[in-house]
């Protein structure tokens, strides 16, 4: 019976534990929970003062012989609170600029750029790149969220002038320093 009751009570202390974890980890995966979707939040990070930078990030504008205009690279991996200095060349014969936003952002900006295609952006989230020159921006990321940066003068984000940044918060920095 002594014996019973130990295993009995082992088996309680076994399973209890077992079914938080399956509950906690239930809750996890609602995708509506993140914290850049609480209203009013800002979601794609902020300006720094770039006195502490976590990773440089080089980027290449070109255009190519059949007409495209490309970021190299489209796609980047940072982790939640780094911050990042991009340096960007551009190897084109035309200006091209750098915005960074959100996607909702992006298309509202590029509404805007149409409408009044000789203004130039002046915030912190973009630079203008003039054809042969580099710039620079630097930027805190300190929100789990997807980005898009993109060329919004007028024709040059459908020629591809496009890519994306996914900010993690379980991923290993590529460089520090
Ligand atoms: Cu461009």
Redesign the pocket.
């Known amino acids: 019976m002594i014996n019973f009751l130990r295993i009995s009570t082992i088996a309680v202390a076994l399973f209890f534990p077992a079914f938080s974890v399956d509950a906690s980890s239930g809750r996890g995966q609602q995708p509506h929970a993140r914290t850049f979707e609480v209203p009013g939040h800002d979601p794609i990070g902020k300006p720094s003062d770039g006195s502490s930078i976590d990773r440089m990030i080089e980027v290449f504008i070109r255009e190519t012989e059949s007409g495209y ?1 490309l970021f190299e690279p489209d796609a980047i991996q940072i982790e939640r609170g780094s911050v990042v200095r991009f340096a960007i060349s551009n190897a084109g014969a ?1 200006d ?2 750098f915005f960074l936003g959100s996607f909702d952002e992006v298309a509202e900006h590029q509404q805007w750029m149409r409408e009044h295609p000789d203004m130039q952006h002046d915030s912190a989230n973009s630079v203008s790149i003039p054809s042969g020159q580099n710039a620079e921006l630097t930027w805190e990321f300190s929100d789990m969220t997807n980005l898009e940066f993109v ?1 919004l ?1 007028p024709g ?1 984000r459908e020629a591809g ?1 496009w890519g994306v940044i996914i900010v993690h918060d379980h991923l290993a920095p590529k460089s520090k320093g």
């Open positions: 205009m035309l091209h600029e060329c003068i040059h002038m």
